[in-house]
Nanobody, 125 residues
Framework: QVQVVESGGGLVQPGGSLRLSCAVS????????MAWYRQYPGRAPQDQRE???????????DYVDSVKGRFTISRDNSNNTIFLDMTRLKPEDTNVYLC???????????????WGQGTQVSVSS
């Protein structure tokens, strides 16, 4: 079994900052790519989740244009944890933030994607 647990969401004023955390635990052999998504229920099914930031086990990062320069993803490989430092938050950043990890599970040694339940971020004055 693999657990993915996000934390750190909350209510913040426009222009403010928040730090999200995501920890992966369980019968893990290796964790590869980890990423943060936002979800948009009103969109077509294939577009309902948007990857906003990702990080490889080697530390290579990637961001969607809307968060570049404002959000920073980082990783602690020793604890299978990633972070999302969000600054200059805007009302349009309001969403549920989901964490996902591609992990190889022991003893089956198969790699799959695992998802957390999400953490709510609300940006409002």
């Amino acid at each position: 079994q693999v657990q993915v647990v996000e934390s750190g969401g909350g209510l913040v004023q426009p222009g403010g900052s928040l730090r999200l955390s995501c920890a992966v635990s369980g019968d893990i052999h290796s964790v590869y790519l980890m990423a943060w998504y936002r979800q948009y229920p009103g969109r077509a099914p294939q577009d309902q989740r948007e990857r906003i930031a990702s990080i490889t086990s080697g530390g290579r990062t990637d961001y969607v244009d809307s968060v570049k320069g404002r959000f920073t993803i980082s990783r602690d490989n020793s604890n299978n944890t990633i972070f999302l430092d969000m600054t200059r938050l805007k009302p349009e950043d309001t969403n549920v933030y989901l964490c996902t990890a591609r992990a190889m599970v022991a003893p089956a040694m198969s790699a799959n994607w695992y998802w957390g339940q999400g953490t709510q971020v609300s940006v409002s004055s």
